[in-house]
């Protein structure tokens, strides 16, 4: 491996992260591994966290949402909201189901998310890769960042044991399901995906797969289950992000965030 390429495979853990993915399994190089474990939780963002980007959709089968991000210095510092009165974003088609996050999730009758169900995941979520078609991230962004090549994947096939990673295959030993779960399809809707970790820790098989911040294709067209938004948006968010503060994803219904607020300590 091109020494020059491994240093960007990092991945993420709670608060400092980038170790690097190494070797090559049955013709295939895993990227992004080494996820965290869900912690024994009290369900609260601690200290390290001094980024946190929230969603909000008005109930759990809204596909709407108004995107907000936050910063502060340290722990005794009140959140500071950056954009306003926030941004629109989209949602999957059919709303929202529990992820699986960082914390464990209320038993309130919503179900988890599922392979294919067209809902995005709810919960709080670290963020992983930056993956995009160009030779390098949006200029003055710093988070860690693999350029799209023709040998990616990103697989969602539930009985694979590559199930919700980023492989690159090898280009002498490329596998039968390589073609239905490449990443380089030319499509502007990702030219930045940026990995909401959801269902990573491990995966669970049927659990959702391939979660991301990208393009919106339209203003009026939802998502299989990722976040997206207009492309001004989602580059400035990427030059903001900084992993030694260790960023996270907020998505959940309005009523849910007012009831979690206090006790997981969000924004």
Known sequence: MDPAFAKKIMCVDAIRWFGRAKGWVVGVMILGVGM????????????????????????????????????????????????????????????????????????????????KDWRAPAGVFQLGMLFGYAGGAPGGAVWPYVQVGKWD???????????????????????????????????????????????????????????????????????????TMAVEHLEWMIRWLRPEDSPHYVLLPRAEYGALREGWRLP
């Open 36 to 115: 965290m474990a869900v912690p024994e939780v009290h369900g609260q963002l601690g200290g390290a966290v001094r980024q946190v980007i929230v969603a909000t959709a008005a109930d759990w089968d809204s596909n709407r949402a108004v995107m907000q991000c936050y910063e502060r210095g340290s722990v005794r510092e009140a959140w500071r909201p950056l954009l306003g009165q926030g941004v629109p974003v989209l949602l999957g088609r059919e709303g929202l189901a529990w992820g699986r996050g960082v914390f464990q999730v209320p038993q309130n009758g919503v179900p988890m998310k599922k392979e």
């Open 153 to 227: 994947a990103y697989v969602d096939d539930s009985s694979s044991p590559y199930y919700n990673r980023h492989v690159r295959v090898r280009p002498d030993q490329v596998p039968p399901w390589f073609e239905k779960q490449r990443m380089r399809l030319g499509d502007a809707a990702y030219k930045w995906m940026l990995e909401i970790r959801h269902n990573q820790n491990p995966a669970v098989p049927g659990g959702g797969s391939a979660i991301f911040f990208h393009v919106r294709r339209g203003p009026d067209k939802p998502s299989a289950g990722c976040t």
